[in-house]
């Protein structure tokens, strides 16, 4: 499935690499909570990867930790590349997410920050990582998840409909947990968890909002998108529309963006296993100390909860 133009993103990342240093807040932000989760494991990762490392941040973040011995960057946008690499003094090479140049069972750690969400083929690309890591190798990505840019997309929607009649995408669709989690289950990790965090950044206007997400080469890169210039007064209602709904008390408008966490490994016969069912040897009534009530039976429940 082609969802994205992936050469209009590459071009866009290129473009925007010599002044994300300004705007990547949202990047920076993301890369200091994934290595605090990263930092939470108690293990080293001798060989480990960036994949889509925009200009560095996971490698700033992480610093001289000896957690990692050695740490390969790699994005699809050439500039990128060439500035991770003159900014951390890292190997950095230029790879595809959908087609990485890595051998079988090399990698003990892959790393991801906040470029998954750009990829066509997902699925094939977690089956490419989890082919990567060695057995017991970690995963640990962020990701936008489905709740990133509400506020944007219900305004320049209503917009568009009040000033053209029809409505075309105009900002990118985002995976939610539950698929992100079952993506990963169907790629082959074992133990795959996701969760969800909120950062929410207040503009004082949406063009302004609208110049970072273009900064961070974040814009809209739907192969349905419409191809032809936007109307100035569909942008104008926009922006109203924004203000008259997505407001805070001081006059600001509030972007949300939905940061996802997947952590999966690569499988090993060490890991942990879900019991066979009905092998427990204890009652789950005993430890809540509650009484069991057989399936069906209401006359051991308090009357108000009979009729549930």
């Not at 699925?123 to 962020?142: E, H, M, N, V």
């Not at 192969?223 to 709904?245: D, M």
Request: with cysteine; charged share 25%; net charge neutral.
């Amino acid at each position: 499935m082609q969802v994205f133009d992936r050469d209009l993103v590459r071009r866009r990342r290129d473009r925007a690499a010599s002044g994300i240093a300004e705007n990547d807040f949202l990047l920076r932000e993301a890369a200091v909570r994934l290595t605090d989760r990263l930092l939470d494991v108690t293990r080293d990762f001798p060989m480990a990867l960036d994949l889509g490392c925009h200009t560095g941040q996971i490698a700033q973040a992480l610093g001289s930790s000896p957690k990692i011995v050695t740490l390969i960057q790699s994005d699809f946008s050439p500039g990128m590349a060439k500035l991770a690499r003159r900014t951390t003094g890292r190997a950095t090479i230029i790879a595809d997410e959908e087609m990485l140049p890595i051998a079988d069972g090399a990698l003990d750690l892959v790393l991801s920050n906040l470029s998954l969400h750009w990829v066509n083929d997902l699925p094939g690309t977690l089956a490419q990582i989890r082919c990567s890591l060695k057995p017991d190798g970690l995963f640990l990505a962020t990701m936008f998840g489905g709740e990133t840019l509400r506020e944007l997309r219900t305004a320049l929607l209503e917009a568009e409909a009040e000033t053209t009649g029809g409505v075309a995408p105009r900002v990118s669709p985002f995976t939610d947990v539950r698929d992100a989690g079952n993506l990963l289950t169907r790629a082959g990790f074992a133990l795959p968890v996701v969760d969800a965090d909120t950062i929410t950044v207040t503009y004082g206007d949406m063009f302004k909002l609208m110049g970072d997400l273009r900064a961070m080469a974040e814009t809209n890169a739907v192969l349905e998108r419409r191809k032809i210039p936007t109307r100035r007064e569909t942008f104008l209602r926009a922006a109203e529309i924004y203000r008259e709904h997505f407001s805070d008390s001081r006059g600001r408008l509030t972007a949300t963006f939905q940061v996802l966490t997947l952590t999966a490994w690569a499988p090993h016969a060490s890991q942990q296993k879900p019991l066979r069912p009905g092998s427990a040897t204890a009652r789950l009534a005993d430890v809540l100390k509650t009484q069991e009530v057989e399936l069906g039976d209401t006359t051991g429940l308090p009357k108000d909860k009979k009729s549930r």
